[in-house]
């Protein structure tokens, strides 16, 4: 650890980590238009209607399944939807009619999606839902985000020699599994901490936390977590065949660089993106 040069480190973290499927997933996209394609096409005979509460009735009371149409056309995930305005509140469910038609017809025109139909704004409801669809899909990139790192970590996991490891274990799982005494992490079984990943060696449990931070910001959230991870450290070093490893990168610690700087000075097992590129894994996990 002391060979190696903090600055030269840090300027080989990355701004980004983002794959390909990171920014839309397709294939759930597509998958949930099929799900209602049919009843979609339905209501695809309402475009250009001049008569659509008419006609919208009509269908509803032929094709009641098809309402369940109606939230993906506001781009909303939840069967039920509540609207309230001068005429008074509801609580309208799309799976199972819980009003009369003639009030869903009124949910229709003053959510504005009568207007849509009727007016051709939209040529093809099937076409319609793929774009609705996919900016619903595009909130998920949060999630999808959080676990970018950790998949990444895991794939150089299973490159490596690494014969035992385990995602998602519990402090208090460890010392079960193991029979080792981690109350000096854990504030005497106060706190239940959680490691992304545990690898076991013949000699070693190394215990992992994985994260990145990219873009350029994020002062106050990256400080505090240096010296948290600091502090684990520096506890785990306590306690005999059990290790701390912290698995780190993204130029936002750059507006953090000194608070990394004191962990990166005193841990032992700090590492970036360009270490496991690198092989560093077989080097320590033996």
Known sequence: MKNRNFDEWLDKFR?????YDYYINFNKVVSNVEKIKVELNILNSLIGS???ENDFENIISKYPETLKCIPTLLAVRQSE???????GAFMYNFNEMNFGI??????MKKTGLFDLISN???NNLVDYALGTETGLDSNGRKNRGGHQMEDLVEEYI???NVKEYYKEMYLADIETKWDIDLSALSNNGKARKRFDFVVKTDSMIYAIETN???G?????KLNETARSYKMLSQESDTVDGFTFVWLTDGTAWRSARGNLRETFDVMDHIYSIDDMENGIMDKVFV
């Open 15 to 19: 701004i980004s980590i983002s794959r």
């Open 50 to 52: 001049k008569n659509i």
């Open 81 to 87: 939807i509540y609207a309230q305005d001068k005429d």
């Open 102 to 107: 003639e009030q869903y017809s009124v949910f």
């Open 120 to 122: 051709h704004l939209v």
């Open 158 to 160: 299973k490159k490596s």
């Open 212 to 214: 990145f931070y990219g």
């Open 216 to 220: 350029t910001g994020g002062g106050s």
